[in-house]
């Protein structure tokens, strides 16, 4: 992972200067009504600062997967009102991208106001991150400030190509997330434990090869942890599993072991008989799962040995619930976790997705030190990757 001093905001004079500021507010809409504003409300520290020393800020957000297509389904209208009430001031919507409405109102912008782009992914030139499109994007300011984390994982045109043409420094949520997560894989307070839960052992095998000489100890849960089970011999029933990534889990084990690395996977689980939430479920041990049930939570014994793992943590790392965490019958695990991480006093990161939004339904968001906002950007910040939205920036040398 390259140098992630990064200059930020405070690092330069934003008065009467024209800022494009690439945000996130990507959030869930229902009938032209959002329904959760976290992530609008995260860009406010940025948003005030950069309206309060002076500068015109000129937004820009991707919203849903209109394919490259003007489709007034995904229109920013709402969250141009949403952000309106949230700042106390007017915030200009432009018709358009890069277009003649977005240019003129970009042009007649003064220090103090904030307009909103439409839809960068009206363009599929977007996601390409054309150059064409980039330099138009940028032609429109003097610097650009990139505070989206949850999308710095994607080098597109409004996260990573604009840096190309304008002076290029992060906001206060992607400062924030660097300076946390990377102090944490940097320099943690041991003992460090990772909990990954999740699906399948694919999309976290970067993580664990990557963490596991960093750690002290590595929980595994979830779907994931089924074929860790069935690669040392156990009888897993129908529960899911990545038959191509047996070998692979074995080695992993082996690696921990070699790095007097504790290595913890379920020694018991509860299965249901069927993938929906109201099924016949039995608590059993991991070694003897019976056909017809599929494992979708950790056991009691398990939640003791995990949570035991947890408390007296120096640093805690989770990323991906243990179980399948919305259905009541299989959410026990998580809740479990969730609850030894608050109680542990541990530095606490929350690896964004499904995790997040678990930790926010149980009630025990304010007692993590850190909830990250993005779910498939973090995982490639613990995997060790180049974020490219971020490697853009300019170095605070």
């Known amino acids: 992972m390259k140098s992630l001093n ?4 405070k690092d330069i004079d934003v008065k009467d200067k024209k800022i494009l500021a690439r945000l996130d507010f990507n959030v869930p809409i229902v009938d032209g009504k959002i329904t959760d504003d976290k992530r609008i409300r995260e860009s406010l520290p940025t948003l005030n600062y950069l309206l309060d020393n002076g500068a015109a800020v000129i937004a820009c957000s991707h919203f849903g997967r209109p394919k490259g ?3 007034p389904k995904f229109s920013l209208a709402p969250i141009a009102k949403r952000l309106s009430e ?3 001031k007017t915030v200009i919507l432009a018709a358009d991208v890069i277009g003649d409405d977005a240019k003129s109102k970009a042009a007649a912008l003064k220090s103090g106001e904030i307009m909103l782009l439409e839809n960068v992914r009206f363009h599929k030139e977007e996601e390409k991150n054309d150059a064409d499109f980039s330099k138009e994007l940028a032609g429109m300011a003097d610097i650009y400030v990139n505070d989206a984390f949850g999308t710095s994982h994607r080098a597109h045109a409004s996260t990573a190509g604009v840096a190309d043409h304008l002076p290029a420094v992060c906001g206060f949520l992607i400062q924030k997330e660097i300076d946390i997560m990377g102090n944490a894989l940097e320099n943690p307070k041991r003992p460090f434990v990772v909990i990954l839960g999740g699906a399948k052992v694919s999309d976290k095998i970067g993580v664990i090869e990557n963490l596991i000489d960093k750690v002290d100890t590595i929980i595994i849960g979830g779907g994931m942890a089924y074929t ?3 690669a040392q011999g156990y009888s897993i029933g129908d529960s899911i599993c990545e038959d191509d990534k047996l070998e692979f889990a074995l080695e992993l ?7 007097n690395t504790n290595f913890l996977i379920p020694v018991d689980n509860k299965a249901g008989d069927e ?7 039995i608590t059993v041990k991991s070694n003897s799962i019976p056909d017809g049930y599929s494992g979708y939570d950790i056991g009691p014994e398990t939640e003791e040995k995990f949570t035991a793992a947890i408390k007296g ?3 805690v790392i989770w990323n991906g619930p243990v179980g399948v965490s919305e259905w009541e019958n299989f959410a026990a695990g998580t809740k479990a976790v969730a609850k030894a991480i608050a109680d542990s006093g541990a530095i606490s990161i929350i690896g964004g997705g499904d995790s997040a939004a678990a930790i926010e339904n149980l009630g025990f968001a304010d007692k993590m030190t850190h909830i990250s906002t993005g779910g498939g950007a973090s995982l490639e910040f613990l995997e060790g990757l180049e974020l490219p939205g ?6 605070d040398n």
Not at 6 to 9: A, G
Not at 253 to 259: I, L, T
Request: positive net charge; charged residues 35%; glycine residues 6%.
């Open 86 to 88: 949230l700042l106390g």
């Open 69 to 71: 297509e003007f489709n």
């Open 313 to 315: 943590a120096g640093t």
């Open 228 to 230: 860790f089970m069935k």
């Open 253 to 259: 084990m082996k690696k921990a072991k070699d790095n």
């Open 275 to 281: 993938y929906k939430p109201d099924c016949n479920f």
């Open 6 to 9: 990064k200059k930020t905001i």
């Open 390 to 395: 971020i490697a853009a920036l300019d170095d």
